[in-house]
């Protein structure tokens, strides 16, 4: 079992920076692939950002373009989503997810665990 706690969201300007956490607890993460996502109402959820947690190998989506970037601490066991240049449509919950080494990092449907989500709101 792994459970997942985000925290960062809020209300932010566009145009500027806000970073997301995701801290995690159960088990150790080292065989685990870290995902971040994100849903609007009457859409999928989307993929954001992925981190090998062992090797640090990092994935992002092509809309990220250089904005983003996901990190994590080993010692804090947390994972980080640092959002610059942000706009409007980066308006969403923002999810974490925890599955094992082997998945299709950009496919939802394979992490086994999530978090509750944080809301991330820019205004323009």
């Known amino acids: 079992q792994v459970q997942l706690v985000e925290s960062g969201g809020g209300l932010v300007q566009a145009g500027t920076s806000l970073r997301v956490s995701c801290v995690a607890s159960?088990?150790?993460?080292?065989?685990?692939?870290m995902g971040w996502f994100r849903q609007v109402p009457g859409k999928e959820r989307e993929f954001v950002a992925g981190i090998h947690w062992l090797s640090g190998s990092t994935y992002y989506a092509d809309f990220v373009k250089g904005r983003f970037t996901i990190s994590r601490d080993n010692v804090k066991n947390t994972v980080y989503l640092q959002m610059n240049s942000l706009n409007a449509e980066d308006t969403a919950v923002y999810y974490c997810a925890e599955g094992p080494i082997w998945i299709s990092v950009r496919e939802p449907k394979e992490y086994n665990y999530w978090g509750q989500g944080t809301q991330v709101t820019v205004s323009s």
């Open positions: 159960g088990r150790t993460l080292s065989r685990s692939i």
